[in-house]
């Protein structure tokens, strides 16, 4: 069975720079991924994915959000059941 986990933003209005961190490690880890999901759309859009496994530290991540529209951004994490 596979598991997720998701984290949403509050509102925003882009373009924004979204800096984040994240801790990969162990067996089963699965994919990363940030999503965009503008407020006047029904469709999310990915804007970034990090998978596999990354080692004992935490990294940092940044992504550009262009879209100047009202918007949310989200991470979603996928993790394979053992």
């Known amino acids: 069975m596979n598991e997720s986990a998701q984290l949403l933003s509050p509102l925003i209005r882009g ?21 965009l999901w503008p407020r006047e759309e029904q469709n999310n ?14 990294l940092r991540g940044s992504v550009d959000v262009g879209y100047t529209g009202e918007s949310q951004v989200g991470r979603e994490e996928f993790v394979r059941a053992l």
Do not use: A, M, Q
Not at 15 to 22: A, D, Q
Not at 45 to 58: A, K, M, P, Q, T
């Open 45 to 58: 859009y990915l804007i970034w994915r990090g998978s596999g496994e990354h080692g004992d530290v935490w």
């Open 15 to 35: 373009p924004k720079c979204l800096g984040f961190y994240y801790y990969v490690y162990g067996g089963g880890i699965g994919n990363l991924d940030v999503f």
